[in-house]
């Protein structure tokens, strides 16, 4: 676990885009509140939005070393290696021993740039750099656009919740998905 510890730390991707320069890196303090609102934009319309106050701390929890240079936050993507890191979900549990990305999401006036792929490409390879074979994440069935770019990136639904069973039990329906790497 400490080679990904390391992998983690160090990671450090960046690319030169026409409308600037994007660095895919580990958040640092400075970047808590764009990152925290970003994320709680992202989520809005889902059933189960993230509050400002818990994107903070997802964020804070989150920390780990700072990218180079001065930055605006565009996305954000958590990844978890130990089940002690995930939420207890309702249903459609990722295994415990797999690496399971635990959400993404991308300024709205920055969508349609490529930088949800650009950031699951970055995921998967630092999964792949800490010794995990496979990542697991959810989608909701009603994203489409998340869909279409999970199917095309490699992933496959291994399970996929019942629409009427998790409205009755207040959820949005989702799809668990799996990519070996």
Same mark, same amino acid.
């Given at each position: 676990?400490?080679?990904? &510890? ?10 030169? $885009? ?11 303090? &400075? ?5 925290? !609102?970003?994320? #709680? ?5 889902? &059933?189960?939005?993230? %509050?400002?106050?818990?994107? =903070? ?5 989150? $920390?780990?070393?700072?990218? %180079?240079?001065?930055? =605006? !936050? ?10 002690? #890191? ?22 709205? +006036?920055?969508?349609?740039?490529? %930088?949800?792929? =650009? ?16 990542? /697991?994440? %959810? ?6 656009? &998340?869909?279409?770019? /999970?199917?095309? +990136? ?10 009427? $069973?998790?409205?009755? =039990?207040?959820? #949005?329906?989702?799809?668990? $998905?799996?990519?070996?790497?």
């Amino acid at each position: 676990m400490q080679a990904g &510890a390391a992998a983690v730390e160090e990671f450090y991707v960046e690319d030169q $885009l026409p409308q600037g320069r994007l660095v895919i890196a580990p958040v640092q303090e &400075a970047d808590v509140g764009a990152a925290s !609102v970003l994320l #709680t934009r992202a989520f809005a319309a889902s &059933a189960q939005g993230v %509050h400002i106050t818990d994107g =903070r701390k997802y964020c804070r929890d989150s $920390l780990s070393q700072p990218p %180079h240079g001065t930055s =605006r !936050v565009v996305a954000t993507t958590g990844l978890s290696f130990t089940r002690s #890191t995930r939420e207890d979900f309702p249903s459609l549990q990722p295994p415990d021993a797999d690496a399971y990305m635990m959400n993404m999401a991308v300024d709205m +006036s920055q969508r349609r740039q490529g %930088h949800a792929r =650009r950031m699951l490409a970055a995921a998967e390879a630092l999964v792949a750099a800490c010794g995990f074979p496979s990542v /697991y994440l %959810h989608v909701r069935l009603s994203d489409e656009p &998340a869909q279409q770019l /999970y199917r095309t +990136s490699g992933f496959v639904a291994v399970e996929r919740d019942n629409v009427v $069973l998790a409205k009755v =039990r207040g959820i #949005t329906p989702r799809a668990l $998905l799996c990519k070996q790497l």
